[in-house]
């Protein structure tokens, strides 16, 4: 169950907490949509509080446990995946549709408000809010580690192992494949369609220009890549795999050749979000318990970058999501929820 909420006053270095509550559970994930937060944890708990005064709103279960969730645009509906499958929660009338297929489902995307996509063992199924199949891709080589929407949902790029595989919807073959040998951990392109980047098991950033399928590779992080994030206008994007949150600029032609930003502050990087509407914002939580907020122009290329904001947690952060352009919804390895306003 989920704890009862309290609220905290007073602010720390331009960071106040609005609420905290606790989740009786280790969490995986958060997501929020239309004054609702929905929080996961590895055992199958899933707390879903209302934003502004962090009252409960639900409790959800799945059996096998969870790693990822995610709302839909209003709010309406709430994907849960897990070990085992994937389930629906619809906020008007608190029905749960779990459906147990026993595949592995590492992540939840919406397009819309109604289409889902859900990684299901080594294929992708697009559903309606009502669990419908719509159509799926074919069966990559490996289980999907993560996946994104491309070209305004016709279709859905996939990582899995040795590559990136592009979809179109309806078609089970690929239309493209991007090569790269290894374990690809997580997906991100460009809201512009130019740019798929992956994070990598081999310690490194693996970008394709979608055009022409050229390739750049920012490879030498000391740990695997498995956090990778484009801001909203497509100029910024961040990695972990570092002390350092490392971001880059994709202005004009691209990264090449240009020096990265580093933001220092953290043991290391267990969380990272960009705040809505592209102004160069992020977010991030770190193994030492912290939860920063950076600009990142305030730096220079090449050069440590010290954070805007800092306030700490009860643990390691482990998810972290913007609520709107001050609130920043955290959780860490405790299980403890905070939604923290900054001065940015």
């Known amino acids: 169950m989920t704890a009862a909420t309290s609220t905290t006053q007073g602010s720390l270095n331009g960071a106040t907490v609005h609420w905290q509550a606790d989740l009786d559970d280790a969490p995986v994930a958060v997501t929020a949509a239309s004054g609702l937060l929905a929080v996961a944890g590895a055992s199958g708990l899933c707390g879903v509080y209302d934003t502004e005064r962090g009252e409960s709103v639900a409790t959800l279960a799945m059996a096998e446990g969870l790693l990822d969730v995610a709302f839909s645009p209003d709010g309406s509906h709430l994907a849960l995946v897990g070990p085992a499958g994937h389930a629906v929660w619809h906020a008007r009338d608190g029905r749960l549709e779990v459906t147990e297929t026993g595949e592995w489902s590492a992540r939840a995307r919406w397009f819309d408000n109604d289409r889902l996509a859900v990684a299901s063992g080594r294929r992708v199924s697009v559903l309606s809010t009502g669990g419908a199949p719509l159509w799926s891709t074919g069966p990559a080589p490996s289980t999907v580690t993560d996946m994104c929407w491309l070209r305004q949902g016709r279709e859905i790029a996939v990582a899995a192992y040795n590559g990136v595989y592009r979809y179109a919807r309806h078609q089970p073959a690929p239309m493209t494949h991007f090569p790269y040998s290894g374990s690809h951990l997580a997906i991100a392109a460009s809201s512009n369609g130019r740019w798929i980047c992956t994070g990598n098991q081999d310690r490194s950033v693996h970008i394709w220009r979608t055009r022409d399928g050229d390739e750049l590779e920012m490879a030498g992080f000391p740990d695997k890549v498995t956090r990778i994030a484009f801001d909203d206008g497509d100029r910024w994007f961040a990695n ?68 805007l904001h800092t306030i700490g947690l009860d643990g390691p952060g482990v998810a972290l999501r913007w609520l709107d352009a001050h609130h920043v919804a955290a959780a860490d390895r405790t299980g403890s929820v905070r939604v923290v306003a900054f001065d940015v």
Do not use: Y
């Open 240 to 307: 972990d795999g570092a002390p350092e949150v490392t971001v880059w600029d994709f202005a004009g032609k691209g990264p090449s050749g240009r020096a990265p930003r580093l933001l220092a502050g953290h043991r290391s990087v267990t969380a990272l979000a960009w705040r809505p509407g592209g102004a160069g914002v992020l977010a991030t939580t770190g193994s030492e318990g912290d939860l920063a907020v950076w600009r990142v122009e305030s730096g220079s290329p090449g050069r440590p970058t010290i954070p």
